[in-house]
T-cell receptor
Framework: EAGVVQSPRYKIIEKKQPVAFWCNPISGHNTLYWYRQNLGQGPELLIRYENEEAVDDSQLPKDRFSAERLKGVDSTLKIQPAELGDSAVYLC??????????????FGPGTRLTVL | GENVEQHPSTLSVQEGDSAVIKCTYSDSASNYFPWYKQELGKRPQLIIDIRSNVGEKKDQRIAVTLNKTAKHFSLHITETQPEDSAVYFCAAKSPRPGNTPLVFGKGTRLSVIA
């Protein structure tokens, strides 16, 4: 079974440029998460989807970040315009259904973003 | 919302010794506590988890203990090996509506010295 797939793995851009990350969750997983992981820190949730609905986006900086999961499967996270402080690893994760208490989250390999 | 504190931030042990990482959480309703291992440049992977209805769980050289009264849980690794070197994250999940499903600690960088 394929795991969570993310692309690209690495991205280097100049500040003020736009950037997009793509994630394909494990087949059958209804819940999809986008996390940001700064160097030396734990993952911090940006947004959580239940199918195509964003049910928790309280940590998403909505002035420059946006996300979509139109068909309830793969998802795209966008930053426009990027700032120096956005440099981090962006992790996607999926689980069967967040409403069930003990669902393991499976992480993708992440996209390492460097903003120059 | 939930807040998870993790200590220590770095830990060095000799091969064969034990390592202990401790976490505290703030929401007494939290009921699920996973531990993730993240090797350099790789994704976090679940290594063990514990639910609030048990106090201890073991899986070979890894064990986790939970003290609900004190709101803390710990990861114990015995007979450490160089391949145990990684960053370990604890996390806590609260079932309260509207809460972030999983809140992570800041991580512990474990170095096992051969």
């Amino acid at each position: 079974e394929a795991g969570v797939v993310q692309s690209p793995r690495y991205k280097i851009i100049e500040k003020k440029q736009p950037v997009a990350f793509w994630c394909n969750p494990i087949s059958g997983h209804n819940t999809l998460y986008w996390y940001r992981q700064n160097l030396g820190q734990g993952p911090e949730l940006l947004i959580r989807y239940e199918n195509e609905e964003a049910v928790d986006d309280s940590q998403l900086p909505k002035d420059r970040f946006s996300a979509e999961r139109l068909k309830g499967v793969d998802s795209t996270l966008k930053i426009q315009p990027a700032e120096l402080g956005d440099s981090a690893v962006y992790l996607c994760a999926s689980s069967l259904r967040a409403g069930v208490s003990y669902n393991e989250q499976f992480f993708g390999p992440g996209t390492r973003l460097t903003v120059l | 919302g939930e807040n998870v504190e993790q200590h220590p931030s770095t830990l060095s042990v000799q091969e064969g010794d034990s390592a202990v990482i401790k976490c505290t959480y703030s929401d007494s309703a939290s009921n699920y506590f996973p531990w993730y291992k993240q090797e350099l440049g790789k994704r976090p992977q679940l290594i063990i988890d514990i639910r609030s209805n048990v106090g201890e769980k073991k899986d070979q050289r890894i064990a986790v203990t939970l003290n609900k009264t004190a709101k803390h849980f710990s990861l114990h690794i015995t007979e450490t090996q160089p391949e145990d070197s990684a960053v370990y994250f604890c996390a806590a999940k609260s079932p309260r509506p509207g809460n972030t499903p999983l809140v992570f600690g800041k991580g512990t960088r474990l170095s096992v010295i051969a």
